[in-house]
Each structure stands twice: as C-alpha cells, then as structure tokens.
C-alpha cells in the first residue's frame, strides 16, 4: 500500500492542478495535523481515496467537533457528517482504527507548553494510549499483531524532536513502541527547514516517519 502522508505545510506539489496525475498511485492519504480542513478537503476531492487525519496544536476550529473543550460538550456534527467523518476524511485521533488490512491507531495533539487546545503532559498522553490498549490485544487475537501504523502529531522524546518546550516529544511514545511494535510510526509538529535534515529513523521494530509538508509512505518497501 503506498500512502500520502502531510502535515504542517500546504505542499504546492500537493495543492496542485496537477495533484491527481502527481500522486495517482497513491491508496491512502494520513494528516498528521496542523493543516487547515479545506486542504484536507482538497486532496479528497481531488484523488478521491480515504483521508485519515488527527489534530495537532494549531488549525483547531473544528477540534470542539470531535472533542470536549473544558466544560463544554461536543458542537452539533455538521451537516453532512456522521460520527466521525466529516469533510469525506475520518478522524482517527485516540483511537483504533483499521483501513482495508491496514491495522491503525491515532493520537493527536503536542506537549503542553502554554495550556492550549489539545496540548498534554507526557502523563497525560499515556493515558490516552493506555486507553487503546484493549482493541490492541483484540488485533493480536484476531490479526495476529497489535498495529501497523501509530499516527501522531508530535514526534517521540528523542526522535526528530526539538529542546524547544513546543516541540519536545513524549517518553510515553518510547514505551508505546517498545511494548506494541507498530511497523511505523508517522507525526509531524517538527518543521524541515533543511529538507535534508533526518526525517525518518528507526527505533526498535518501528520505523519513525516526519510527514512534514509531504511524503510517500510504501509499506511494502523495506523499512531503512
């Protein structure tokens, strides 16, 4: 399966008149957040295949649709959506979710740095993927391993992350890894201002991928 990976950047090589010819043996597409949902909606109509997306810690205006903000309930889904789809993309952020006999799971948001939407402590974060945990165990029974592909929007402590309070990574991502082996992980958060700085890294049984701006993903290729 070969997918389009983005995040963080409005690619022109993407937002193209050119995009389906570009990317036309692309089977998927995964947003690893920061991206405005009209971009999302551009790649859908454009290649028509499965949009995957979680939140990162900017372009937050429809997150309330997906999530409680303090207090306040879920917003009314919007016309046209159900559950979690919206826009022709599925949101797959703290949850498992499997695409054709691709085993996935999403977590959105970054480290906390100023108290923000969608920003967490590093033990905050895993609980959240404390909470996948049981569809996990039912994956291995029922498909023989736990996960293919974690999605996030921040990196791993350690791994393409940055000393910046922003743009730390999570510990909790490690242990993720090291107990769950995903063949890859995918996230982005971390801009490439060198597009010649390290963007994919192996970690244990994981390969670790920055979608920053774009990149294809084929998971039949051997992993680095």
């Known amino acids: 399966m070969k997918i389009l990976c983005v995040s963080d950047q409005i690619d022109p090589l993407v937002y193209s008149s050119n995009v389906k010819e570009r990317f036309k043996d692309i089977d998927l597409v995964i947003s690893a957040g920061d991206l405005p949902m009209e971009y999302l909606d551009f790649i859908v109509s454009s290649l028509n295949k499965p949009v995957l997306f979680v939140f990162g810690n900017h372009n937050l205006d429809e997150f309330g649709y997906y999530h409680r903000i303090g207090g306040e309930s879920k917003k009314d889904i919007q016309e046209g959506c159900r559950d979690d789809a919206c826009h022709g993309t599925t949101y797959i952020g703290f949850k498992n979710y499997r695409e054709g006999q691709l085993l996935l ?3 959105s948001g970054s480290i906390r ?3 923000g939407i969608n920003q967490y402590t590093d033990r905050q974060m895993k609980r959240k993927l404390l909470a996948l945990v049981p569809g996990l165990i039912m994956n291995r ?3 023989g391993r736990f996960l293919d592909v974690l999605v996030t929007h921040a990196s791993p402590e350690g791994i393409h992350d940055k000393p910046d309070p922003c743009h730390q990574g999570f510990a909790s991502f490690l242990w993720f890894m090291k107990a769950f082996k995903p063949r890859f992980l995918v996230h982005g958060h971390i801009h490439l201002y060198d ?3 390290i963007r994919v ?3 244990l049984d ?9 990149y294809i ?7 680095p």
């Open 201 to 203: 890294s192996k970690y």
């Open 206 to 214: 994981t390969t670790v991928i920055n979608a920053y701006s774009h």
């Open 105 to 107: 799971a999403g977590v």
């Open 113 to 115: 740095y100023n108290n």
């Open 141 to 143: 029974i029922r498909y």
């Open 217 to 223: 993903l084929d998971t039949g290729a051997t992993a």
């Open 195 to 197: 597009m010649q700085d």
